[in-house]
């Protein structure tokens, strides 16, 4: 397979191609900064599009909508929890993790127990977890403990911190794809559920642990993300939904399930910040500046189509 | 088959006659025309909207962008139709169209319309914060005396419901065309064969979806009175629930117009339900997914009877 058929890399060109379109527009000035704030937002983006990648990988229909909701309640009760005090950073770790394992297995209980279709039994609890947060959110705004804030704002070898947790989280799900047989295992069920439950695959093992992780991934995602911008808000996670799905197939992983892609999440995370940068420096207003990423994403869509149509 | 499995559409009839039913125990006072009309009207635009998914759900693909969409139309009601009605009216059917050709490319280069319509929710909100940066406008007055206009016997909303729902029947489910649209959900191939253009039968059930989505947004500004960008990003979500809810299902093209309206019926009065308890605000959207987990629950039942005959 030569470079050039590796569906990630158009991610990632089209990344590159943001960042050098800006970076046109300054003549070079503030490369840096602008690669820095890509990667600290970017992280986010990232990890929630790899738990959003695992389950769109199980195949057709299979989509987590509950991504939002969980990072807020993840987070508020993280908070909350923590209360500003110092040293607490690890117990908030430890509660938005449990709840994020809570709703995982909340919602692939609705699936499994309720033979609900994903789409709708993640949609249903999320509205659910959404109103957990609002009743244990309200009226407060607690800031993070100071450390934890600095963690989350700060930069060791020169990489944002939120960048190498999401690196490393990248590099971990790879190697669990790739290598494990967790990771076979979850590819043949995407491939063909029946063929995969034939061959001896535990099927339900397999989707109930890729419901789980990516409820870790978004409540992960969410604690990092309030620590980052300063505490818990009711719409932090909004955004979150349609940028999961959108890196996730940007990133050349397929929608119908059964082939994944980790390094073309991060180059579509990257792009997704990139394009808003861009568009930003070159005076869009907000209006032109969504129909362009639409346009955009469509774009990628097609090409990433057509390609495979070749081939 | 047993006779519930036959007659999907007892199901969501229960549901909201059961939900009505306590709602009218904890307040006896809501069981009158003006109490009637304060619960739903805001579920027409609800309504409408799911009827619109279910266009899209009919023949296998499902529409993210819908809440934005909704939205837009909803800024073009509030600007261009009340200022230059033909303008405004134009606009709106340039609207509807562009939907139609949404489907037929989606059709004809085999694009997910999950990651399509996700990117044309990013294009619908870009427009409509270009034509409405803040919120604001103004419905038409003609808009604003439909649907606020006082029927006798029943209240507006009731009467739309019912409008509504039988004119979707009768398009859907009794016209021969309805009836080759469902089939595109349920083989499309076989469809092909039969000599139809799946194309252009995607095309229309996308265009009927533009169409519905269209007159949600203007329902919605008729109710409102002004709109702004965000005005229905939540009714994506909803009308998906909302077809489910009705007895309808994401493949095969199950899918029931009466069903749909009282789906969205149900899910408005979930909200409600709540207030009526005494129970803090704070879970009213919690409400709405309980019941759709206690309705589809119920639904399972069905379905295990049906298959075990």
Redesign the interface.
């Known amino acids: 397979m030569s470079v050039l058929s590796r569906p990630w890399l158009w991610s990632w060109l089209a990344a590159a191609a943001a960042f050098s379109l800006t970076l046109g527009l300054t003549s070079g000035r503030g490369a840096g900064e602008l690669g820095y704030a890509a990667l600290s937002f970017g992280a986010f983006a990232a990890i929630v599009g790899l738990g959003q990648m695992l389950v769109i990988t199980l195949g057709p229909?299979n989509?987590d909508?509950s991504i939002p909701a969980t990072m807020t309640l993840a987070a508020t009760l993280a908070l909350k929890a923590m209360g500003s005090d110092p040293g607490t950073a690890f117990l908030g770790l430890v509660i938005a993790l449990a709840v994020g394992f809570g709703t995982g297995v909340a919602n692939y209980a609705?699936i499994f127990l309720?033979?609900?279709?994903p789409?709708?039994a993640t949609?249903?609890?999320?509205?659910?977890y959404?109103?957990?947060a609002?009743?244990s959110n309200?009226g407060l705004r607690i800031k993070p403990p100071a450390g934890l804030a600095d963690f989350a704002t700060g930069r060791f070898l020169g990489l944002p911190n939120v960048a190498w947790v999401g690196l490393a989280l990248a590099i971990l799900v790879w190697i669990v794809l790739e290598r494990s047989v967790w990771g076979r295992w979850l590819l043949a069920t995407g491939q063909n559920l029946r063929v995969a439950r034939l061959a001896g695959v535990p099927v339900e093992l397999v989707r109930a642990s890729t419901y789980i992780s990516v409820a870790v991934f978004a409540s992960l995602a969410g604690y990092l993300l309030a620590s980052f911008s300063g505490g818990a808000a009711l719409n932090m996670g909004q955004e979150y939904l349609?940028m999961s799905?959108?890196v996730v197939?940007i990133g050349g992983s397929s929608?119908?399930g059964g082939n994944s892609n980790v390094p073309g999440v991060w180059g579509a995370a990257l792009f997704m910040f990139l394009v808003v940068s861009m568009l930003n420096s070159y005076g869009a207003?907000?209006?032109?500046?969504?129909?362009?990423?639409?346009?955009?994403?469509?774009a990628i869509?097609?090409a990433a189509?057509?390609r495979r149509?070749r081939t | 088959m047993t006779f519930l499995a036959r007659h999907r559409i007892i199901l969501p009839v229960v549901s909201l006659a059961v939900l009505l039913a306590a709602t009218f125990y904890m307040q006896p006072r809501a069981m009158s025309y003006f109490g009637l009309n304060l619960l739903f009207n805001l579920a027409v635009p609800i309504a409408l909207a799911t009827i619109a998914q279910m266009m899209i759900i009919m023949v296998n693909d499902?529409d993210?962008s819908l809440g934005a969409f909704v939205s837009l139309a909803a800024c073009v009601t509030a600007t261009f139709l009340n200022d230059a009605p033909m303008l405004g009216l134009l606009i709106l059917l340039a609207l509807v169209l562009s939907y139609a050709v949404l489907g037929a490319v989606i059709h004809a280069?085999?694009?997910?319309a999950?990651?399509?319509t996700?990117?044309?929710?990013?294009?619908?909100?870009?427009?409509?914060?270009?034509?409405l940066?803040s919120p604001g406008g103004a419905a038409p007055g003609w808009l604003r005396t439909l649907m606020t206009v006082k029927p006798p016997f029943a209240p507006m909303a009731v009467v739309a419901a019912v409008f509504i729902a039988a004119v979707t029947h009768l398009l859907i489910m009794r016209s021969g065309i309805g009836t080759v649209l469902r089939g595109v959900g349920g083989n499309a191939r076989s469809v092909a064969r039969a000599g139809w253009s799946v194309i252009r039968l995607k095309a229309l059930a996308y265009g009927l979806a533009g169409l519905f989505g269209v007159l949600a947004g203007m329902a919605l500004v008729g109710l409102a009175t002004s709109a702004d960008a965000n005005i229905a990003l939540r009714y994506t979500?909803l009308s998906?629930?909302g077809v489910?809810l009705g007895g309808g299902e994401?493949t095969g093209g199950k899918v029931s117009p009466t069903g749909a309206v009282i789906g969205a019926f149900t899910l408005t009065l979930a909200a409600s339900f709540l207030s009526f308890m005494r129970l803090?605000p704070?879970?009213?959207?919690?409400?709405?997914?309980?019941i759709?987990?206690l309705v589809?629950?119920a639904r399972?039942i069905f379905?295990q009877k049906g298959s075990e005959a």
Request: hydrophobic letters at 65%.
């Open positions: 229909g989509v909508l609705l309720l033979r609900l279709p789409i709708i949609l249903a609890a999320s509205l659910i959404q109103s957990l609002i009743w309200r349609l799905i959108a197939v929608i119908a207003g907000a209006g032109v500046r969504n129909v362009l990423t639409g346009t955009i994403i469509i869509v097609i189509s057509s149509a | 499902i993210l280069l085999e694009l997910p999950i990651v399509v996700l990117g044309m929710s990013f294009v619908w909100g870009g427009i409509a914060l270009f034509i940066p979500l998906i629930a489910i994401f803090s704070d879970w009213q959207i919690g409400a709405q997914g309980a759709l987990i589809l629950t399972l379905r």
